[in-house]
Nanobody
Framework: QVQLVESGGGLVQAGGSLRLSCAASGNTFSVYAMGWFRQAPGKEREFVAAISWNGGNTYYADSVKGRFTISRDSARRTMYLQMNSLKPEDTAVYYC?????????????????WGQGTQVTVAS
């Protein structure tokens, strides 16, 4: 089994920054592509960013492109999401996810492992 634990959420003013971390443990050799998703109250979970197994490829939702950066440190088995220029509409619970796919994917159904989520609140 694989366990994913997010950290780094919190309350920040609009225009501020936060860095989320996702630590993986367990059978991590089965995790290849990884991604971040978010879910605001009353809304469906939506894709934010994804990264391939070796970190060589990344992909972002249009709403965060140019503001967020996804990265991973395989040696530390940790993935990150650097969030800059935060907006109130970025407020949500952020989830990290791992997939057994080698290529990155934006499809929530293709992710096999999920963290418990971390709250990000951006005040206007």
């Amino acid at each position: 089994q694989v366990q994913l634990v997010e950290s780094g959420g919190g309350l920040v003013q609009a225009g501020g920054s936060l860095r989320l971390s996702c630590a993986a443990s367990g059978n991590t050799f089965s995790v290849y592509a990884m991604g971040w998703f978010r879910q605001a109250p009353g809304k469906e979970r939506e894709f934010v960013a994804a990264i391939s197994w070796n970190g060589g490829n990344t992909y972002y939702a249009d709403s965060v492109k140019g503001r967020f950066t996804i990265s991973r440190d395989s040696a530390r088995r940790t993935m990150y999401l650097q969030m800059n220029s935060l907006k109130p509409e970025d407020t949500a619970v952020y989830y990290c996810a791992g997939s057994r796919l080698v290529v990155l994917t934006t499809d929530v159904q293709r992710y096999d492992y999920w963290g418990q989520g971390t709250q990000v609140t951006v005040a206007s």
